[in-house]
C-alpha cells in the first residue's frame, strides 16, 4: 500500500519561510514526478510546482522566484522550500507522487496547512 505524508506545515509570519517534505512509501519504484498543490478556503485547489525524475521544474506564477522545488531520490521523498511567504500563500498544501506503482492518478497525501499570519 502507497502511503504518502506531507509535513513542515504551520504558522510563520509574513516574510517568513517554511520548508515542506512529502515521503512516499510503499512502493519498491521511486516516484517519478511530484506536483504540490495547494487550496485555499472557499477556493479551487491550484498546482504550484513540479519536479520529473529528469530534474525538469515548472513553478506556477504566483510562487515562482519565492519557492523551489527538490527532492531526494534516495529516500523517495520531496521537497518544497517556501520563502518570502505571503497571507495569500495560506492553504492547505498536498503533494501528488506519480509513478509505477502509484496508481494512474498518482498518490496523494493528507495535505499539511500553512498560515501566513501577523
Known amino acids: 500500500q502507497v502511503q504518502v505524508v506531507e509535513s513542515g506545515g504551520g504558522l510563520v509570519q509574513p516574510g517568513g519561510s517554511l520548508r515542506l517534505s512529502c515521503a512516499a512509501s510503499?512502493?519498491?519504484?521511486?516516484?517519478?514526478?511530484m506536483d504540490w498543490y495547494r487550496q485555499a478556503p472557499g477556493k479551487q485547489r491550484e498546482w504550484v510546482a513540479a519536479?520529473?525524475?529528469?530534474?525538469?521544474?515548472n513553478y506556477a506564477d504566483s510562487v515562482k522566484g519565492r519557492f523551489t522545488i527538490s527532492r531526494d531520490n534516495a529516500k523517495n521523498t520531496g521537497y518544497l522550500q517556501m520563502n518570502s511567504l505571503k497571507p495569500e500563500d495560506t492553504a492547505v498544501y498536498y503533494c501528488?507522487?506519480?509513478?509505477?506503482?502509484?496508481?494512474?492518478?498518482?498518490?496523494w497525501g493528507q495535505g499539511t496547512q500553512v498560515t501566513v499570519s501577523s
Open positions: 510503499g512502493s519498491i519504484f521511486s516516484f517519478d514526478a
Open positions: 519536479i520529473t525524475s529528469g530534474g525538469r521544474i
Open positions: 501528488n507522487v506519480k509513478g509505477l506503482g502509484y496508481g494512474p492518478s498518482g498518490s
